[in-house]
């Protein structure tokens, strides 16, 4: 957390530097900027609420919670910004839109913390909030999160919520997310051992993360290894282990050439690739 605190503010003050001394760029970029890092200061401090009121549930999961805090990265990258740029709002609809998004933050800490129902909660109430704002990538978002709940209970409405999140965000042109939608979805599909399913999954996640090009190299080395891995996992329920093996390996490979990767996350990979190994 001090880590992550730190290079927030690092690169709070570097984005005022940018535009107020060095004027290298321009005020709305700036604006841009700060308010992504707003999103990652609540989803922070959301976290934190949490861990203070920790239960022995919430201890178990805190090094996974802090694992999981959205990268920082995204919100110095301009062409990122610019892309996902909200259309014009009144105050009233960006005031409404930032409550949404305060409760998405908010379900996400419950998520990861595996206070699942409470999260839930949260996350319905969140898409009832957002009916009124006609914002589909807001929506979309919305419904990943109550997906990713859904499933994290063990509810079967979960792959069609996820669903339901993927064509929203695909309407959008939001190639990120859509991606990390098309992952999700393979990962419910392996998990049910439904190989067919997931291999086509994963064949919209590589169209997706292809389509994203050199723009955004660290976000598309992450999600690439996260198909990788999950490649592998239906590499083994398949009885393909030479080409599990190279899945787990080459998602290992990415996640280590992605700056600020998580260590729980390498460690997971090994961990898939030793019981492999065995």
Known sequence: LDGHTAAWVQMHTDACQATHLRGEQSPALLDLRMACLQRRRTETRSLVDVLVDADAGVV??????????????????????????????TPEQLAAAAAVR???????????????KAGLELADAA??????????????????????????????????????????????????????????????????????TAGQWSRHGRALIDRLGDAHPSERRALESERFSTLGTVGVHAGQLEQAEADYRRALELILATPGHAELRVAGIHNNLGNLLV
């Not at 998520?111 to 699942?116: F, M």
């Open 127 to 196: 898409l009832h909030q957002s009916g009124s704002l006609a914002d589909l990538p807001l929506t979309a978002e919305v419904r990943l999160m109550q997906g990713e709940l859904l499933n994290a209970l063990g509810d079967p409405r979960a792959e069609a919520t996820l669903t339901d999140a993927f064509f929203i965000a695909e309407s959008t042109h939001d190639d990120p997310l859509t991606a990390r939608l098309a992952l999700e979805l393979m990962h419910i599909a392996a998990a049910r051992l439904d190989l067919t």
């Open 60 to 89: 178990e999961n805190a090094a996974q919670a802090v694992a999981e805090l959205p990268e920082l990265g995204p919100c110095a990258d301009a062409a990122t910004l610019l892309a996902a740029e909200a259309p014009r709002a």
């Open 102 to 116: 305060d409760q998405l933050a908010q379900a996400k800490a419950l998520l990861v913390t595996a206070r699942l």
